[in-house]
């Protein structure tokens, strides 16, 4: 049946149509094709999910060799979850990236850019759904080879030293991880992340795995910008095209804190990291400080793009966060703001991207007066920046209401209370595009060309989704639970 090749495919069918964008080559052809193979990416990932929800985790072996000889791809509630992420991103934002690489990317680049980017999808699937843990640091590097040279197609030229820091920051995080894999490798005789877990010795037994879990813990948390590893992620954020800026942030990330919840609690396991490496210790404090000195940062920031590249990094202090109570509710509320963090940043970073082609700057001043000039696309800035502050009825709510729940079951008060005034930050950054927007009078100097219908129907669509997931909860909210149980050894 087609359904046992679904893992598979889901990796294969971007992979494959890449090199197909340069034998199309012509603008328009490639463009449109892109289109058709996002949405077969995300039918997969969708029938993936509708499979493992109702039936349990699947496998696909490679070349029929059965793990932990061979490569296995393995699907569960955690990866099924963040395989439909990906694939739903890339399929919203491909839409409006094409109109948008009208004005950004050269039209001669336009076939070479969408395949580079079909790779960089690929390589986020192929982290997501592999179940042996070098195949992970693979695709690592395609996927981040790939988002380097998008980054570097940037209209500025700034956009070149932003992915050559990207570049840097990522070979060390990659180096550690390969130092990491290779120290498990040396211990145990086997990749397979399953396995890896059964062949496990005790920590104080060997120092070499628990050199291993710092290495690999390092290089994840570079590729995740974890304060204070982020330094890569401010300028490639602001200096990337406006597509790439809202895919990156929507899944690159996600998938860097995906591989931290694997390796802490399928490949090392609970009582190892938080026993003996004792995260419920170290990780709190550095994801309250990238709270507060990113949310603080951006409220001074006056170019658009970096006020939200700053607001990402304090965005992942609180799955970090979420993730170092090693609790139910804490691993939910990080599982759930993973996904409503990809939601409503990528809807911010779209509208940012409508006010570029319209204006062609995106900073402060250039906000001035734009609720009049650009009503539909600073509403749903407008919303976009109230799921950041975490008003009720909004995802963003959802996801902090949980975070607080986490903190409060283990009578954290100050972490509940630090929570909620970092909410009161981020209404100050947002205020004052707010207020530029609708209590400034527009700058006569800018002439605003009409936004594509095209760009506005998805920004729109992720606009409503975090409206709608901030109302029913029930989806995400209930796929991060299973997801959440599986980590602590409840079933796929």
């Not at 009825?393 to 607080?404: P, Q």
């Given at each position: 049946?087609?359904?046992?090749?679904?893992?598979?495919?889901?990796?294969?069918?971007?992979?494959?149509?890449?090199?197909?964008?340069?034998?199309?080559?012509?603008?328009?052809?490639?463009?449109?094709?892109?289109?058709?193979?996002?949405?077969?990416?995300?039918?997969?990932?969708?029938?993936?999910?509708?499979?493992?929800?109702?039936?349990?985790?699947?496998?696909?072996?490679?070349?029929?060799?059965?793990?932990?000889?061979?490569?296995?791809?393995?699907?569960?509630?955690?990866?099924?979850?963040?395989?439909?992420?990906?694939?739903?991103?890339?399929?919203?934002?491909?839409?409006?990236?094409?109109?948008?690489?009208?004005?950004?990317?050269?039209?001669?680049?336009?076939?070479?850019?969408?395949?580079?980017?079909?790779?960089?999808?690929?390589?986020?699937?192929?982290?997501?759904?592999?179940?042996?843990?070098?195949?992970?640091?693979?695709?690592?590097?395609?996927?981040?080879?790939?988002?380097?040279?998008?980054?570097?197609?940037?209209?500025?030229?700034?956009?070149?030293?932003?992915?050559?820091?990207?570049?840097?920051?990522?070979?060390?995080?990659?180096?550690?991880?390969?130092?990491?894999?290779?120290?498990?490798?040396?211990?145990?005789?086997?990749?397979?992340?399953?396995?890896?877990?059964?062949?496990?010795?005790?920590?104080?037994?060997?120092?070499?795995?628990?050199?291993?879990?710092?290495?690999?813990?390092?290089?994840?948390?570079?590729?995740?910008?974890?304060?204070?590893?982020?330094?890569?992620?401010?300028?490639?954020?602001?200096?990337?095209?406006?597509?790439?800026?809202?895919?990156?942030?929507?899944?690159?990330?996600?998938?860097?804190?995906?591989?931290?919840?694997?390796?802490?609690?399928?490949?090392?396991?609970?009582?190892?990291?938080?026993?003996?490496?004792?995260?419920?210790?170290?990780?709190?404090?550095?994801?309250?400080?990238?709270?507060?000195?990113?949310?603080t940062v951006a409220i001074f920031q006056t170019n658009i793009k970096r006020l939200l590249a700053f607001s990402s990094i304090a965005q992942i202090g609180y799955m970090v966060l979420g993730l170092s109570f090693g609790t139910a509710t804490g691993l939910t509320a990080g599982i759930v703001h993973l996904f409503n963090h990809a939601v409503m940043k990528s809807s911010l970073f779209l509208a940012i991207g409508c006010v570029s082609f319209a204006l062609g700057a995106v900073d402060?001043?250039?906000?001035?007066?734009?609720?009049?000039?650009?009503?539909?696309?600073?509403?749903?800035?407008?919303?976009?920046?109230?799921?950041?502050?975490?008003?009720?009825?909004?995802?963003?709510?959802?996801?902090?209401?949980?975070?607080?729940?986490?903190?409060?079951?283990?009578?954290?008060?100050?972490?509940?209370?630090?929570?909620?005034?970092?909410?009161?930050?981020?209404?100050?950054?947002?205020?004052?595009?707010?207020?530029?927007?609708?209590?400034?009078?527009?700058?006569?100097?800018?002439?605003?060309?009409?936004?594509?219908?095209?760009?506005?129907?998805?920004?729109?669509?992720?606009?409503?989704?975090?409206?709608?997931?901030?109302?029913?909860?029930?989806?995400?909210?209930?796929?991060?639970?299973?997801?959440?149980?599986?980590?602590?050894?409840?079933?796929?």
């Amino acid at each position: 049946m087609i359904t046992d090749h679904l893992p598979v495919l889901q990796v294969v069918i971007p992979l494959l149509a890449a090199p197909l964008c340069v034998v199309l080559r012509g603008s328009f052809a490639v463009r449109q094709f892109v289109k058709v193979v996002s949405g077969l990416t995300f039918l997969c990932s969708l029938l993936i999910f509708t499979h493992v929800t109702r039936h349990g985790a699947m496998g696909y072996e490679l070349g029929g060799w059965q793990p932990p000889w061979g490569i296995e791809y393995r699907v569960d509630a955690l990866n099924a979850f963040l395989l439909l992420i990906i694939s739903g991103m890339a399929a919203v934002i491909l839409p409006y990236g094409t109109r948008s690489i009208l004005r950004e990317i050269p039209r001669e680049q336009h076939h070479l850019f969408l395949a580079i980017f079909l790779v960089c999808v690929a390589g986020l699937l192929g982290i997501a759904v592999t179940a042996d843990i070098f195949n992970v640091f693979v695709f690592l590097e395609i996927s981040a080879l790939s988002s380097y040279a998008l980054i570097g197609m940037g209209r500025s030229r700034r956009a070149l030293t932003a992915a050559y820091q990207y570049l840097i920051m990522g070979t060390i995080g990659s180096t550690f991880l390969l130092i990491g894999i290779g120290l498990l490798y040396m211990k145990t005789g086997t990749l397979n992340m399953a396995d890896l877990a059964l062949r496990m010795p005790p920590p104080h037994e060997s120092s070499t795995v628990i050199a291993a879990f710092a290495f690999l813990s390092v290089g994840v948390s570079i590729k995740l910008a974890v304060f204070p590893l982020h330094t890569w992620l401010p300028n490639a954020y602001t200096f990337a095209p406006s597509m790439v800026t809202a895919f990156l942030a929507a899944t690159a990330t996600k998938v860097s804190f995906y591989l931290l919840l694997r390796i802490v609690f399928t490949v090392f396991g609970v009582g190892f990291a938080f026993e003996a490496m004792h995260l419920q210790l170290l990780l709190p404090p550095l994801a309250l400080a990238g709270i507060f000195v990113a949310s603080t940062v951006a409220i001074f920031q006056t170019n658009i793009k970096r006020l939200l590249a700053f607001s990402s990094i304090a965005q992942i202090g609180y799955m970090v966060l979420g993730l170092s109570f090693g609790t139910a509710t804490g691993l939910t509320a990080g599982i759930v703001h993973l996904f409503n963090h990809a939601v409503m940043k990528s809807s911010l970073f779209l509208a940012i991207g409508c006010v570029s082609f319209a204006l062609g700057a995106v900073d402060l001043r250039a906000m001035r007066g734009l609720g009049r000039r650009m009503p539909f696309t600073m509403a749903a800035f407008l919303i976009g920046g109230l799921n950041l502050i975490g008003i009720p009825f909004t995802a963003g709510f959802v996801s902090k209401w949980y975070l607080i729940l986490a903190a409060l079951e283990q009578q954290r008060w100050f972490v509940a209370g630090f929570c909620l005034l970092s909410s009161l930050l981020a209404a100050v950054y947002i205020g004052r595009v707010v207020e530029a927007a609708y209590f400034h009078d527009p700058d006569p100097q800018l002439t605003a060309r009409p936004v594509p219908r095209g760009m506005l129907a998805p920004l729109w669509l992720l606009t409503g989704a975090s409206l709608f997931f901030g109302i029913f909860t029930s989806f995400p909210v209930g796929a991060a639970q299973r997801a959440a149980l599986l980590l602590l050894g409840g079933a796929p």
